[in-house]
């Protein structure tokens, strides 16, 4: 997972093959993401030093879970 800021200043993740990411209110909920989805693997999260850009897909459906 990447973590930075994009060209508007907010903070964003993005998982590394571009898979899934999100906007963030500040940087430690950036990382407390970031650290819940590589579960604390050592080395797994960076600190991208250059700006991020989130790109969203809304051509791609949208699976929801399962209403019980």
Not at 37 to 58: C, D, Q, S, W
Not at 60 to 65: C, D, G, N, S, V
């Amino acid at each position: 997972m990447i973590v930075g800021r994009d060209g508007q200043n907010h903070w964003v993740v993005v998982e590394t093959h571009g898979r899934c990411g999100g906007l963030f209110a500040d940087e430690a909920a950036a990382l407390r993401y970031a650290r819940e989805e590589t579960r604390g693997h050592p080395g797994a999260v960076r600190i991208a030093p250059y700006v991020l850009v989130l790109k969203v897909n809304m051509d791609a459906p949208m699976r929801l879970p399962a209403r019980r």
